[in-house]
T-cell receptor
Framework: GENVEQHPSTLSVQEGDSAVIKCTYS??????FPWYKQELGKRPQLIID?????GEKKDQRIAVTLNKTAKHFSLHITETQPEDSAVYFC?????????FGAGTTVTVRA | GAVVSQHPSRVICKSGTSVKIECRSL??????MFWYRQFPKQSLMLMAT?????????EQGVEKDKFLINHASLTLSTLTVTSAHPEDSSFYIC??????????????FGPGTRLTVL
């Protein structure tokens, strides 16, 4: 089955700086790569996703890049704000089953 | 659109009892629903996938006789934790997918149910 690895496990950044989280996946047939933000005790919230026919996607301060050849994808958050502090999960999907990375705890220091 | 609800949000039960958790898609028909378990500071682990009107498919290591899943309609799936024990205490999250061609596996998550077994 699909194996998704996510790094780093924790990330502390100064407010206003950028944050980058990287994920690799094993199944070359995976074609959907969402990123989720989860606050404590809450549901995962989809913040951005990318399909396999696209290399990069941006939504305001958030961007995702995909390298299918290398089987890795990354989340970039620019101009971080305290409300960006949360746990972020990457995931990969082939069909309708999502495989999640282990998560990255992001702390934005004011 | 694409709202998924879960009930209850929290439940505390005694060891040995059974607990039922409901997952509903409120404004769309969910051909496929998923049940996840999340332990503190860990990722979401898929327990099972259910399709309306058919038996659930369980992930390796998940006891199907302990975690009973019923997907009786296109808007409702239930997870029953039978003979619950303290190690079953966790955050259970459901998600729903329309399963439409081209949706690339998009899932819509419920708010989760915090189960505490005493």
């Amino acid at each position: 089955g699909e194996n998704v690895e996510q790094h780093p496990s924790t990330l502390s950044v100064q407010e206003g700086d950028s944050a980058v989280i990287k994920c690799t996946y094993s199944d070359s047939a995976s074609n959907y790569f969402p990123w989720y933000k989860q606050e404590l005790g809450k549901r995962p919230q989809l913040i951005i996703d990318i399909r396999s026919n696209v290399g990069e996607k941006k939504d305001q301060r958030i961007a995702v890049t995909l390298n299918k050849t290398a089987k890795h994808f990354s989340l970039h958050i620019t101009e971080t704000q305290p409300e960006d502090s949360a746990v972020y999960f990457c995931a990969a999907s082939h069909g309708y089953k999502l495989s999640f990375g282990a998560g990255t705890t992001v702390t934005v220091r004011a | 659109g694409a709202v998924v609800s879960q009930h209850p949000s929290r439940v505390i039960c005694k060891s040995g009892t059974s607990v039922k958790i409901e997952c509903r898609s409120l404004d769309f028909q969910a051909t496929t629903m998923f049940w996840y378990r999340q332990f503190p500071k860990q990722s979401l682990m898929l327990m099972a996938t259910s399709n309306e009107g058919s038996k659930a498919t369980y992930e390796q290591g998940v006891e199907k006789d302990k975690f009973l899943i019923n997907h009786a309609s296109l808007t409702l799936s239930t997870l029953t934790v039978t003979s619950a024990h303290p190690e079953d205490s966790s955050f259970y999250i459901c998600s729903a997918s329309t399963g439409l061609t081209g949706t690339y596996g998009e899932q819509f998550f419920g708010p989760g149910t915090r189960l505490t077994v005493l």
